[in-house]
């Protein structure tokens, strides 16, 4: 139990990331209060964490509504005295596979400024409830560092979610607040889930002429270890980056990249 009675806020918990982090955390021991837009998925995993011997609790939230993340951040610490976890898997749908030449600047920057959006806003609001040894994450992938195309306004997102996590660590070091990214690779189990990032694969699976399967299947080759990260590998390394054993971990990235990006 090693997030034993820690408060862990998942926003998107929801999600398939998130829906599974936040069991993972539960399991670990923590009280999980799971944040995200649909009620139904929220309910569900909120069941479904209690039913296990798990404490969870659910707030319908848009991640990016400052007014509402705040405060609900501040209902959260009122209720445990203070945010120890505050783990971001929103997931936003966006404009994949179109060249660069046809891409508009509205469709190239709606990702950027988006995930920029809930990432601080997110990040900030939980902040200001955290004592020494609080830990705030997010997500990115490859494409913070792959020269590829079709991806070109994510790319630059997932390499701004990165830099926000080592400037996070700096602004939040002195006291005691960690910050942590974990970059995983496509996530097949997710897209097969309902998850927003099958219908942002799709434009770019069309445009080959396969499937979304089909692409992921090619994706995995590309990498050293010739598979896709799991849903609860994510997991793991959420629970691993948020435990105390690993305090001194700070502006770091995790990669489970499965080698298609190496550090």
Known sequence: MVLKD?????????????STVARAFAQAGANVFLAGRSQ????KTSAGIRNAGGSAEWATVDALDEEAVTAHAANVAAKTGSIDIAFNAVGLAHVQGVPFTSLTAADFLYPVTAYARTYFITAQAAARHMKPGGVIMM????GSKMAGTGFFGYGVSCAATEAMTRLLA????????RAVCIRPHAIPQAAAAGSHSRDV????AKEA???VTEMLEGAAQTTLIKRLPTLDEVAQAAVFAASSTMGSMTGAVINLSGGVILD
């Open 6 to 18: 820690r408060t862990a806020i998942v926003y998107g918990g929801g999600g398939a990331i998130g």
């Open 40 to 43: 139904a998925r929220l309910e």
């Open 139 to 142: 997500l990115s992938t490859p």
């Open 170 to 177: 700096a602004e939040l070091g002195a006291a005691g607040i």
């Open 201 to 204: 694969f799709e434009p770019a």
């Open 209 to 211: 002429g396969i499937t």
